[in-house]
């Protein structure tokens, strides 16, 4: 069974900037679509990145030009660059590997 840990959240001032990880455990990295998702109080889970097993990358508009999605193959680990931060981007971020899903890390973007 694969596991899934997040870190690298924390809190931030507007236009700031974070680097999350996503170490998997188990043998899926090199074989699963892999994506980040993000939760804010009070609102449904929604799409941030996802990055194919090929490297093709996908983008929720409102963090196109601020975030960047990649994946380090020798590492098993999933990646998201978050530069501009807005307090719009607050949230819960969260990972995922084909159907499984980490913990998730706390994103605050405030002054």
């Known amino acids: 069974q694969a596991h899934l840990v997040e870190s690298g959240g924390g809190l931030v001032q507007p236009g700031g900037s974070l680097r999350l990880s996503c170490v998997v455990s188990?043998?899926?990295?090199?074989?699963?679509?892999m994506g980040w998702y993000r939760q804010a109080p009070g609102k449904q889970r929604e799409l941030v990145a996802t990055i194919s097993v090929f490297g093709d990358t996908n983008y929720a508009d409102s963090v196109k030009g601020r975030f960047t999605i990649s994946r380090e193959s020798a590492q098993n680990t999933l990646y998201l660059q978050m530069n501009s931060l807005k307090p719009e981007d607050t949230a819960v971020y969260y990972c995922t590997a084909g159907t499984i899903w980490g913990q998730g890390t706390q994103v605050t973007v405030s002054s």
């Open positions: 188990g043998s899926i990295f090199s074989i699963v679509a």
